[in-house]
Structures are given as C-alpha cells and as structure tokens.
C-alpha cells in the first residue's frame, strides 16, 4: 500500500487527493507525524476544504500554527513551480475569511 509521504515524494498529487479522499480524520492525525514538514503542507492543502478544517479543528496548538503559518501559495512554491495548471488546482486555498478565523481562535489561545 503507498504512503502519503511516498506518493508527496513521487508528485504523485491527483493519487494522494484521491487517497485522502478515503481517508478519515483520524487515520490521517495517527500518520501526519511521519510527515515531513513540506509532505505536511501539500498533504493539508490537499483536502477537500471541509476535511481540512475538521482535520485542523483536531490537531494540537503547535500544529494548527504550523498549518496556519503554511496557508497560501508561498510555503508550498517549490512544489508548485514544474505543475500544470490543472495540477495546481488540485490544492485547495483556504479562503480569506476562514484564514481569519483560524488566526483569531489561535490569538484567543495564546491570551489565556
């Protein structure tokens, strides 16, 4: 059976969106600490908008950080750059609203 790391490895991204389509939440938080850094970004914005913020929803503090500091384009370039459009559309971008949110839920934490 392929791995989300091998498949991230392989830039095999339309399988890796379809496997993680099957997959619950769960079973993704038990494997996403055999991620690395990188794997963990395409691998979140590779979800389907809902499963990402159930998925984030889950995941400890330092995680939910490290995802929001990951939103948008940038901390994923390298990636990216040798796709074709169609490929580029595979990712998903977490909308403006939703990133501010995420933000405000991450400040409130920090405050108490």
């Known amino acids: 059976m392929e791995t989300l790391s091998s498949l991230t490895t392989s830039a095999r991204y339309s399988d890796l969106k379809r496997l993680l389509e099957r997959y619950s939440t769960s ?6 600490k055999s991620l690395k850094p990188l794997e963990r970004l395409v ?3 590779l979800l389907a908008l809902p499963k990402a913020l159930e998925f984030y929803a889950q995941v400890d503090d330092s995680e939910k950080y490290f995802l929001f500091c990951g939103l948008g384009t ?5 990636v990216l750059e040798n796709l074709s459009d169609r490929e580029r559309g595979l ?8 990133a501010d949110d995420m933000l405000a839920a991450l400040m409130s934490k920090e405050r108490i």
């Not at 940038?74 to 390298?78: E, K, M, S, T």
């Open 43 to 45: 691998v979140f914005k």
């Open 74 to 78: 940038q901390p994923i370039a390298p």
């Open 91 to 98: 990712f998903v971008e977490i909308p403006k609203n939703i």
């Open 27 to 32: 079973s993704l938080i038990s494997e996403w």
